[in-house]
């Protein structure tokens, strides 16, 4: 009976929302003055990166600016986990086009809410809202023009069999000028399938998104003819099956001059399909909170201090019982066990929360490694690995990261319900604002992070005519150690150079110059992503192509802070730059 009644009465609270937040049939609602449209993304799933959902709002008022917020989901019962919300201000007579992103980590339900000048709309616009992928086994998603059919990719198997080729296939629904021009709209995809003809008609903020999630270990597909690769991956191209194979970062990219999806995906299945496959593998390898801080600690001995606490209960036990019975039976004064037990009590707990306090700290803790591809002339930077972080209090505004970071939360399983869950929301205002829940006192927060980002920072290099070459590090970070690969192959080191410094290199490096170069970058990226600050260490000439360097530095200036105040943080990365020599600067 107890859980009929419970049951009806969660319909009945269901109903009663419905009523009073009805959603409109339609993506576009009228509210006065302001229209609301959006557009409903490709697809019903997904099991890694972001969403994005993209809305035209509209402010007709000849003389009045309007403040919008727009939020998922659009009607909440009062169970949601996720909650993804933006501010912005729309000028009089204008129109703005507002982007939100949906992290995976749980359902929500669906439409999105409207907020205009601080008071909330009953009505909400029409929205499926997409829903992370609980099931078990391999799945990848993959991304294909409007200018190409569903059907074209109805694969027969021949001795593909081995292949698990579940595709979560989506048609874009508008033509690649209007596609996204921030990579996290595509970073959900494993593969994007194009022509070549849609990808030279792409405006150049729609180019440099998709070469941007390419280089975040993305694979990028061109059928019907050859596309020009940025400058920096040129030369790095192998012939294969007639198509030609670029690595590009951390991703790959596939042309070829076959314009049939599926004549070109049966003769190349093999290579394509794995590196499709390994697109996803690293989302697969997501850890639990109690795994992903043993791998990667964020400080030692962050567990509670039982055995002090233990003696101070044992203390309290002691003298609240017999001590107390005792004194006070020797002073024949046992009235005053009404006043001194609960004394005792509060003196105690005192105790346990200033001891437990100052065991720990009262500040946040953080560490930071990875591996930042720098491609000077491009001013672009493409960053893997891990960021976590421990605070014995719950950081008050949360956390911030750049719109451009793609952030993994290591909870066990695709989607964090499965764990028992905890409400977050995120707001896209004006940064990636992890407002509250992603990060809470004495639980480690471990994030995979993968970004893509403009930087002007630079390791300086010039090659002399003696066969030394000399640089100033601007990199942000004191290098430890640092090999340079000159235009002719050998490979010069150096150690321990402060910001800002200068040093002349002279000593050859044992180990000469490895032919495979760029091609050893995917295999950072199909792995959990720990490990590989160590590993390109280690081996440096396995990395280094003509023109190139591999610094070793004592933190890490292209991660995200993440916290604005930090007792501590420790950082370790290396950068892979590409060298642009001086007098040749933009």
């Known amino acids: 009976m107890r859980s009929l009644s419970t049951s009806l009465y969660k319909a009945v609270i269901i109903i009663a929302l419905l009523f009073l937040f009805p959603v409109?049939?339609?993506?576009?609602?009228?509210?006065?003055?302001?229209?609301?449209?959006?557009?409903?993304?490709?697809?019903?799933?997904?099991?890694?990166?972001?969403?994005?959902?993209?809305?035209?709002?509209?402010?007709?008022?000849?003389?009045?600016?309007?403040?919008?917020?727009?939020?998922?989901?659009?009607?909440?019962?009062?169970?949601?986990?996720?909650?993804?919300?933006?501010?912005?201000?729309?000028?009089?007579?204008?129109?703005?086009?507002?982007?939100?992103?949906?992290?995976?980590?749980?359902?929500?339900?669906?439409?999105?809410?409207?907020?205009?000048?601080?008071?909330?709309?009953?009505?909400?616009?029409?929205?499926?809202?997409?829903?992370?992928?609980?099931?078990?086994?391999?799945?990848?998603?993959?991304?294909?023009?409007?200018?190409?059919?569903?059907?074209?990719?109805?694969?027969?198997?021949?001795?593909?069999?081995?292949?698990?080729?579940?595709?979560?296939?989506?048609?874009?629904?508008?033509?690649?000028?209007?596609?996204?021009?921030?990579?996290?709209?595509?970073?959900?995809?494993?593969?994007?399938?194009?022509?070549?003809?849609?990808?030279?008609?792409?405006?150049?903020?729609?180019?440099?998104?998709?070469?941007?999630?390419?280089?975040?270990?993305?694979?990028?597909?061109?059928?019907?003819?050859?596309?020009?690769?940025?400058?920096?991956?040129?030369?790095?191209?192998?012939?294969?099956?007639?198509?030609?194979?670029?690595?590009?970062?951390?991703?790959?990219?596939?042309?070829?001059?076959?314009?049939?999806?599926?004549?070109?995906?049966?003769?190349?299945?093999?290579?394509?399909?794995?590196?499709?496959?390994?697109?996803?593998?690293?989302f697969e390898q997501r850890k639990d909170i109690e795994a992903a801080n043993n791998a990667f600690k964020v400080v030692e001995g962050f567990e509670v201090p039982v055995r002090g606490l233990f003696v101070l209960m044992l203390a309290f036990a002691v003298l609240i019982g017999p001590v107390n019975i005792i004194v006070l039976s020797q002073r024949k004064k046992r009235i005053w066990i009404l006043w001194t037990v609960p004394l005792f009590s509060f003196l105690t707990c005192v105790a346990v929360f200033l001891y437990a306090s100052f065991a720990e700290g009262w500040g946040a803790h953080a560490r930071y490694e990875g591996v930042t591809l720098l491609d000077e002339k491009n001013h672009r930077a493409t960053t893997l690995g891990w960021s976590a972080f421990y605070a014995s209090l719950t950081p008050g505004n949360g956390a911030h990261f750049e719109q451009g970071t793609d952030l993994t939360i290591q909870m066990s399983g695709r989607g964090y319900r499965s764990s028992g869950g905890r409400s977050v929301k995120v707001d896209w205002s004006s940064d990636q604002h992890l407002l509250y829940g992603w990060i809470v006192s004495r639980v480690p927060s471990h994030f995979m992070i993968r970004k893509s980002e403009t930087r002007r920072e630079r390791l300086a290099v010039q090659f002399r005519p003696d066969g030394s070459v000399a640089m100033v590090n601007g990199l942000g970070a004191p290098i430890k150690k640092v090999y340079v690969c000159k235009p002719d192959g050998q490979i010069l080191r150096g150690e321990s150079l402060a910001v800002g410094k200068e040093a002349v290199l002279t000593a050859e490096f044992s180990k000469g110059v490895s032919s495979r170069g760029a091609w050893e970058f995917r295999p950072l990226f199909v792995s959990d992503w720990l490990g590989n600050v160590s590993k390109m260490g280690n081996d440096p000439g396995s990395y280094l192509t003509p023109g190139s360097y591999l610094a070793l530095l004592d933190g890490s200036p292209f991660f995200d802070r993440g916290l604005e105040s930090l007792a501590t943080q420790k950082g370790e990365s290396i950068v892979l730059g590409f060298v642009k020599q001086d007098g040749n600067e933009n």
């Open 24 to 282: 409109v049939q339609g993506g576009a609602v009228e509210y006065d003055d302001v229209t609301v449209t959006v557009e409903a993304p490709p697809g019903s799933e997904f099991n890694h990166g972001y969403v994005e959902y993209r809305a035209t709002v509209e402010n007709r008022s000849s003389s009045r600016a309007h403040e919008v917020t727009l939020s998922l989901p659009g009607t909440s019962y009062g169970n949601d986990e996720l909650q993804v919300s933006r501010k912005v201000t729309v000028n009089a007579n204008s129109t703005l086009r507002v982007n939100l992103f949906q992290p995976c980590y749980s359902q929500i339900n669906e439409g999105m809410a409207v907020e205009i000048d601080g008071y909330r709309r009953s009505e909400t616009v029409r929205l499926n809202v997409l829903r992370p992928r609980y099931s078990s086994g391999p799945w990848t998603s993959v991304l294909i023009s409007r200018s190409m059919r569903e059907d074209d990719f109805e694969l027969e198997d021949k001795e593909t069999k081995t292949y698990d080729k579940k595709f979560g296939l989506m048609r874009a629904e508008v033509p690649i000028a209007e596609w996204s021009s921030n990579w996290l709209g595509y970073s959900r995809f494993d593969a994007v399938v194009v022509t070549a003809s849609d990808f030279r008609s792409a405006p150049v903020p729609v180019k440099t998104a998709l070469w941007q999630y390419v280089e975040c270990g993305g694979v990028l597909v061109h059928l019907g003819g050859r596309i020009e690769v940025p400058e920096t991956w040129k030369g790095n191209s192998r012939q294969e099956d007639g198509m030609m194979i670029n690595p590009a970062g951390f991703g790959l990219c596939f042309s070829a001059d076959n314009s049939s999806p599926q004549q070109f995906f049966q003769s190349t299945n093999h290579t394509l399909m794995e590196a499709i496959q390994n697109s996803n593998f690293p």
